[in-house]
């Protein structure tokens, strides 16, 4: 009975063990952040909801067009997300940013349900700013997080990861559609309370974790993209039939339930992981050689052993005294070092890359948010103007996956340099461009493809480029000023040159007809005139950054060409080595222990 109740009773310390490893494993904040991110996608169903706010508030195009900007601006100035990051522990930044979700959006519900006083244009904008602007506190809470902890597979990493913000539209239009079918207000209340909900979910799991090495690492995140995939072509399949037919609310329930069902699956994968970590933790405290009771005398000695088989294997170097961020701005340690903020602000590689994106993300981004306008101008149907944004949408996530599995595939087997597969993406996103501004027949279908598939790819090498060149200590504020190039790139290139381009030619076709544009009236521009200089300054621009970013490519070619993740490795290794020697103390211990009562029981 007492063997019986012996066994039973570590039955289930085993079973507790093993739940313990699976909640508190870096596997399962992976998938924490896979549902953080694939609820962090409001910002890009702003021409869902806009319509509402425009008829609600009685607002002009140029009014919504404002909204937008501070919308776009909102999803991308995340530098305070970033510095908060460098200060407090994750929780604190998610926990920030669901309550700025929350708050924005829940204020715009009360605005367009009449349930408060109709706010004033600067308010709405500012519930907008609010609102969009969480995104860049969960990205930078569960993202920048999950690189930390997984630095050897940063491009898998940020590839998935981004990959499933870029469905994330489709992903809460799913949901929204059972849960509220058609009503468009209540879209903006589920976007407000839905992401906030997943962030507060899981603020004790997101947190930073030592790295450790595994072996079929790359190979985990390759069964995260299988399911990733699966994923978005069952959306894509779910657009085009619900394009063509009515779905009820039940139809689109049961949808949602599979996309739900597509979301959790990544468990089984992370239940298998740390399955296999759980029991090589229990094999490697199995001692094969024959019981004996060790004294403190002996353990000492095994200890110090262990210490000098961990110091031949790996070589730490002399921990570096901190430099101060005020201090060598101008005298950067070597690539790959951790850098201080205004170091890396202040070095040319950060200055070229800020340039190439800018040119880059901002003529994608130009092309994306004008893309309804582009076909109506050059007079496509209706219908088609929905698939270019499904397209851009679907590709948009395919260019995130792929720069982010391929460019690390690239980089570890051949030192495949990073920037250059940047470079290669803006010089193919400039064929897009060109498509739209010649009119090619059909060209749009093409132009949509290419547009969103580098607008998605430019994301993930962006952001590695910036963790491999200044190092993980500040990436959180890095990061996030790598953002800023977009916001800053879609003003120039969209509200500039091709808001300002296209009114001009409007106005050229209303004084062709004999009228004069009224004051506030909206101007509806037809013909390939319409976008054709802007597109070809935009495809100009994104070639010059193409251009640009070779000259990083040629400064970093002798830093890429070396093994930029031996340090990660070494740091793994000796990790690895402290938690093997603090379980083998303790079950020293605690073999001592059963021995000293065998010898009482006796």
Not at 84 to 90: A, K, R, T
Not at 145 to 171: H, M, Q
Not at 320 to 328: A, I, L, P, R, V
Not at 348 to 375: E, H, K, P, R
């Amino acid at each position: 009975m007492a063997i019986g109740s012996s066994i039973g009773v570590h039955g289930w310390g085993d079973m507790k063990s093993l739940t313990g490893q699976f909640v508190t494993g870096r596997w399962f904040v992976i998938f924490a952040s896979f549902l953080i991110m694939a609820a962090a996608g409001a910002t890009y169903m702003f021409g869902l909801y806009s319509p509402v706010i425009k008829k609600e508030l009685g607002y002009d195009q140029s009014t919504l067009n404002l909204l937008s900007f501070f919308k776009d601006c909102g999803t991308n100035v995340g530098v305070l997300s970033g510095l908060i990051n460098e200060l407090y522990p994750p929780w604190i930044v998610l926990a920030i940013g669901a309550i700025l979700n929350f708050f924005g959006y829940f204020m715009i519900w009360l605005s367009v349900t009449k349930k408060i006083a109709t706010p004033k244009v600067w308010q709405m904008c500012l519930y907008i700013f609010i609102g969009a602007n969480s995104q860049s506190f969960a990205n930078t809470g569960s993202l920048v997080t999950c690189v930390k902890n997984f630095p050897e597979s940063r491009g898998a990493v940020l590839g998935v990861l981004k990959g499933y913000v870029g469905l994330s539209g489709a992903i809460i239009t799913q949901l929204y559609s059972a849960i509220y079918y058609d009503d468009l207000k209540a879209l903006i209340l589920f976007i407000g309370w839905f992401p906030a909900a997943i962030s507060f979910a899981f603020l004790r799991t997101i947190r930073y974790m030592k790295p450790v090495r595994q072996v079929n690492e790359l190979k985990v995140f390759y069964n995260f993209l299988y399911i990733s995939l699966g994923l978005a072509g069952f959306l894509l399949v779910m657009i085009i039939i619900q394009k063509k037919v009515n779905f009820s609310q039940s139809e689109f329930g049961v949808s949602a339930a599979v996309v739900i069902f597509c979301l959790f699956l990544p468990l089984v994968v992370v239940f298998i992981e740390e399955n296999k970590i759980w029991k090589s933790k229990k094999f490697a405290l199995v001692d094969p050689s024959p019981v004996k009771i060790v004294t403190q005398s002996e353990t000492v000695t095994e200890t110090e052993k262990e210490k000098e088989k961990v110091n031949s294997v790996v070589t730490v170097p002399a921990p570096k005294k901190d430099t101060k961020w005020y201090e060598d701005v101008f005298n950067p340690p070597a690539r790959g070092e951790n850098y201080t903020i205004l170091q890396a602000l202040f070095s040319i590689d950060m200055l070229i890359l800020f340039v190439a994106s800018i040119c880059g993300i901002g003529g994608t981004l130009t092309a994306i948010d004008n893309l309804g306008q582009i076909g109506t101008s050059l007079r496509y149907p209706k219908k088609s103007i929905s698939t270019f944004v499904s397209l851009v949408s679907i590709w948009n996530y395919l260019g995130r996956v792929f720069s982010g599995f391929v460019s690390e595939h690239f980089l570890t087997k051949y030192r495949f340099p990073r920037p250059l597969m940047l470079t290669l993406t803006m010089f193919v996103s400039c064929i897009g461009h060109l498509l739209i501004a010649f009119d090619v027949k059909n060209g749009l279908y093409i132009a949509s493809v290419i547009i969103g598939f580098c607008f998605g790819a430019q994301w993930p090498l962006l952001f590695a480029i910036i963790s491999e060149l200044f190092g993980l200590k500040y990436y959180a504020t890095l990061y996030n000023f790598g953002s800023v190039a977009s916001p800053l790139g879609l003003y120039v290139l969209n509200v500039r040159i091709t808001g300002h381009i296209y009114d001009k030619e409007g106005t050229k076709q209303l004084e062709a007809l004999g009228l004069k544009r009224k004051e506030g009236q909206q101007l509806n521009c037809v013909g390939v005139d319409c976008f054709k200089l802007s597109f070809i300054i935009i495809a100009a621009a994104t070639f010059f950054g193409a251009a640009i970013s070779l000259i990083l490519v040629a400064r970093t070619r002798k830093f890429y060409k070396g093994d930029i993740y031996k340090r990660f490795r070494e740091e793994a290794m000796v990790t690895e080595a402290e938690m093997l020697e603090k379980k083998n103390m303790e079950k020293t211990e605690e073999d001592a222990k059963v021995g000293q009562q065998h010898v009482v029981t006796s």
